[in-house]
């Protein structure tokens, strides 16, 4: 036996079997919004049953031989909450924070969405709890690597596709499809989405979150006669979300006054130079904003991002950030949801009380999941679209699928949340149905 192996057998890293912190805050929320649509649309207590437990969840021990010899164990899962309308659909995130129950509500999160904009996906979630700001790029790699073998039996191209979410990215994305095409001895590019292009990824796939988040904050301007021009934003998180829906905003106008990430905010009342701070980050070796000056900017910490004196508000990082302590303090008259689930209910409840208007997750972040499956679509084909075809077809889809939700909601007269959800869960009971799981 090799050396390496005889010393890590008995010296595990502790950090590696940490138990799984009791959290459910995100399930719940999920959960609470489900059984608030199903009452409001008098669901059938059977579907709603079906509706209320992921189909599948898998949770996986993924060894990995670190840098210095020795072999951390890490969690990984993949949860599918929902194959009613199609294959599964969710991205993989590597996170601290990642466990059972968060997987399982960002799983159901990604089957009311692809229901809300009309996509042919059912909803899953996948991710390893680990720090990669911590790790090299090659125990990254090597623990993508295992983690996605180890996921392989329920994965694939018309079951389960995989795509990028928090701290991972096309590169990753292209370690997935290298392992799965070693493991079956044929290529298999269709296996994930937010792949690199000349792997097979769609062109306008990194910023298509970003674009979507920028459409629909637009298009409810619009509905509010208010003028992109005099609109001031901050947004929470300058990752793959957050920076493009900044850069894509302040292109049409808007005025970006504050952003943050992990390393703290910046805010500038006559507006921030985005094209100078996307040139910082993008030198930066963590691409932060930290270390970042100039003259008028301010730096700010993310709660006083949150409760800046701003017309639009996009949370973009990471769930639960507007919470019952800071929602009274909340001073933007819109919410846009670039994370997933940014929003506790509490909060959501606080915010409505207060009149401001919060675009849900489920439909404001869309943007990614739709040109992933035109990614997909793309690689079933093998013929490639261009730019321009990618965005006209995604702006189609957004200002549609806002639309019916806005509408949809005004007849309601309930929050576009619950809209959305309605909207959501009618279809995917409606397919539940259809398929006869229930008699
Ligand atoms: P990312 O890793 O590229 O960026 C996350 C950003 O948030 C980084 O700038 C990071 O520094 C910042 N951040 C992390 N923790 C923070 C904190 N506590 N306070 C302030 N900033 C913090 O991730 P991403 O892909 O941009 O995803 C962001 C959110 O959008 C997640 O909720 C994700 O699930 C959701 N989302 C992503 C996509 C996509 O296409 N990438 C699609 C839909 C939804």
């Excluded at 009618?426 to 259809?434: G, P, T």
């Amino acid at each position: 036996m090799e050396k390496w192996v005889e010393e890590a057998v008995v010296k595990p890293r502790p950090s590696s079997v940490v138990a799984e912190p009791p959290k459910q805050g995100l399930w719940d929320t999920v959960l609470t919004q489900l059984d608030e649509a199903a009452q409001r649309l008098k669901l059938d207590p059977g579907i709603h049953a079906i509706l209320r437990q992921p189909e599948r969840e898998l949770t996986v021990a993924v060894p990995v031989v670190m840098d210095d010899g020795q072999i951390e164990v890490f969690t990984g899962y993949r949860v599918q909450h929902s194959s009613a309308r199609g294959p599964c659909k969710g991205g993989i995130r590597y996170h601290p924070d990642v466990h059972l129950s968060e997987i399982r509500a960002l799983a159901a999160l990604m089957t009311w969405k692809c229901a809300v904009v009309g996509i042919p996906y059912g909803g899953a979630k996948g991710g390893v709890r680990c720090d990669p700001r911590q790790m090299s790029q090659g125990e990254i790699r090597r623990m993508t690597r295992r983690y996605t073998a180890m996921i392989m039996p329920i994965i694939g191209s018309k079951r389960d596709i995989p795509a990028p979410d928090v701290n991972t990215n096309a590169e990753i994305m292209a370690w997935i499809v290298d392992t799965v095409s070693m493991l079956e001895r044929k290529t298999v590019i269709d296996i994930v989405t937010g792949k690199p292009i000349p792997l097979g990824g769609s062109v306008g796939r990194k910023a298509a979150t970003g674009l979507g988040v920028a459409i629909v904050t637009s298009e409810l301007l619009k509905r509010k006669r208010r003028k992109l021009s005099e609109t001031t934003v901050a947004v929470q998180g300058y990752g793959n979300v957050g920076s493009a829906a900044a850069t894509i905003l302040h292109q049409m106008g808007c005025k970006i006054v504050a952003v943050s990430d992990i390393s703290g905010g910046l805010y500038a009342p006559q507006g921030l130079d985005i094209a100078s701070i996307n040139q910082h980050v993008a030198a930066h070796p963590q691409r932060l904003l930290e270390g970042y000056e100039a003259s008028g900017v301010e730096k700010i910490s993310n709660d006083e991002l949150l409760t800046s004196d701003v017309d639009v508000l996009i949370p973009a990082a990471i769930e639960a950030q507007i919470r019952a302590d800071n929602a009274p303090y909340i001073q933007a008259k819109v919410i846009v949801e670039g994370a997933n689930g940014p929003t506790t209910r509490e909060a959501d409840e606080i915010l409505h009380d207060r009149g401001i208007i919060v675009v849900p997750d489920i439909l404001a972040n869309a943007g990614g999941v739709v040109v992933s499956y035109f990614e997909w679509v793309q690689n079933l084909q093998c013929f490639y679209w261009d730019e321009a075809k990618v965005k006209r077809n995604l702006k189609r889809i957004m200002v549609r699928s806002f639309k019916e939700v806005w509408d949809f909601s005004q007849e309601q007269q309930e929050p576009l949340r619950l809209g959305a959800y309605m909207l959501a869960v009618d279809k995917v009971a409606n397919a539940v149905r259809s398929r006869g799981t229930f008699p």
